[in-house]
Each structure stands twice: as structure tokens, then as C-alpha cells.
């Protein structure tokens, strides 16, 4: 059984461009969730995706959008990166319901200069 | 809204001692509710889980929480603490299908 992994480890951008962060999720899970964990802080729920619909948004404006695909991996796109967007990005896979356990990669880090 | 409260951004003991990391939550419904852990440059690791079947809640490396639904609260505690225990600890609780997640706690351990 493989674990959620996420592409790239580490990502230096400059203000104004476009980000794409990847994430595989555990076998047999069918949902994936993206948080935000800035420098100091606990992390914020951006999205969920389910079965490739978006199912559930956090306080992120609409520059943060994303994608599921059919196996269940996942995609975060940030466009017109702002410095404030610089934090670790953590993906999490589980099944459905506020009960399952979400698993969690071990983070994109995105700095944004 | 649902918000998670963590007492003490920073909590240092010797090794050996008792750790105690405090959470609460508010809801007037108890919520499904998890401590996390991660160490540096890493994601997190799930530490435990309260579902309702139990109230107090055993999870791995020793750790242990109770859920007093009274005190909305949910605390973390390890009667002995090892060095390799250093790190940094969140509550989080889900109602839905997102997690929302505490500040966290910074535990340090002292030899």
C-alpha cells in the first residue's frame, strides 16, 4: 500500500506567476483534500475533492482552484502568486465522511519572492 | 463558526516527565476529533482518534487523550516523555468533511 506523495518537494516563484502542485493519494481512497500551513501556523483547509468534483471550499479566493482525476490523484493550481501565498502545502487523501482518518503527504514548499 | 483552541504555543519538559498538551473545541455537537503530529520538514502523522466509542483514546508512541465533552475539551498526554517526542503537535476536529486544525503546540524535551 503506498502513502500520499506529493510533486515538487520544494518551489521558489516569483509574484504574479502560476503554480501547479501534484499529489498522489493513498490506494483506495477516493478524496483529497489540499490545506495550507503558513510559517507558525496550523493548517487551512483550501478544498476537498471527491470523485473529481469539488466538494467543500475553504476562505481561499478563486486564484486557488484544482483538480481530480480518475485515479483519485490530484492537482493545485495558485495563479498571480502573491508573497503571502509562501507556506507548506499539504495534501491528504481518505475516504468520505468526517469521520475517516486523512492521510497526509509530506508537503509542497512554496516561496514565493 | 468551529474553531479549535490550543493552550500554550510552547510546552518543554524534562525526558521522563509527564507531557500534557491541551485542546479545546467549541460545538455544542461532539465532533469527530484527532491530534496530529509532525516533526521538521515533514507532513502530519495521525497520533489518535476520538469516535464516540470511547472516551479515552490510546494512540501510538504512548500517547493517550480524553474526550470530556463537559470541558469541550480533548488534551494529549504521555505519562513519560522521550526525546524523540520533540515536535510539533496539533488538535483538529471535522464536522464535515475538512479538518480544522489548532495552532499547535511546540513540544520540546529536555535531557
Known amino acids: 500500500e503506498t502513502g500520499v506523495t506529493q510533486s515538487p518537494t520544494h518551489l521558489i516563484k516569483t509574484r504574479g506567476q502560476q503554480v501547479t502542485l501534484r499529489c498522489s493519494s493513498q490506494s483506495g481512497h477516493n478524496t483529497v483534500s489540499w490545506y495550507q500551513q503558513a510559517l507558525g501556523q496550523g493548517p487551512q483547509f483550501i478544498f476537498q475533492?471527491?470523485?473529481?468534483?469539488?466538494?467543500g471550499r475553504g476562505n481561499f479566493p478563486p486564484r486557488f482552484s484544482g483538480l481530480q482525476f480518475p485515479n483519485y490523484s490530484s492537482e493545485l493550481n495558485v495563479n498571480a502568486l502573491e508573497l503571502d501565498d509562501s507556506a507548506l502545502y499539504l495534501c491528504?487523501?481518505?475516504?468520505?465522511?468526517?469521520?475517516?482518518?486523512?492521510?497526509f503527504g509530506a508537503g509542497t514548499r512554496l516561496s514565493v519572492l | 463558526a468551529q474553531s479549535v483552541t490550543q493552550l500554550g504555543s510552547h510546552v518543554s519538559v524534562s525526558e521522563g516527565a509527564l507531557v500534557l498538551l491541551r485542546c479545546n473545541y467549541s460545538s455544542s455537537v461532539p465532533p469527530y476529533l484527532f491530534w496530529y503530529v509532525q516533526y521538521p520538514n515533514q507532513g502530519l502523522q495521525l497520533l489518535l482518534k476520538?469516535?464516540?466509542?470511547?472516551?479515552l483514546v490510546k494512540g501510538i508512541n504512548g500517547f493517550e487523550a480524553e474526550f470530556k465533552k463537559s470541558e469541550t475539551s480533548f488534551h494529549l498526554t504521555k505519562p513519560s516523555a522521550h526525546m524523540r517526542d520533540a515536535a510539533e503537535y496539533f488538535c483538529?476536529?471535522?464536522?464535515?468533511?475538512?479538518?480544522?486544525f489548532g495552532t499547535g503546540t511546540r513540544l520540546q524535551v529536555f535531557p
Open positions: 483538529a476536529v471535522s464536522y464535515t468533511d475538512k479538518l480544522i
Open positions: 491528504a487523501s481518505s475516504g468520505r465522511g468526517a469521520e475517516n482518518i486523512q492521510y
Open positions: 475533492y471527491y470523485r473529481e468534483e469539488e466538494n
Open positions: 476520538y469516535t464516540s466509542a470511547a472516551t
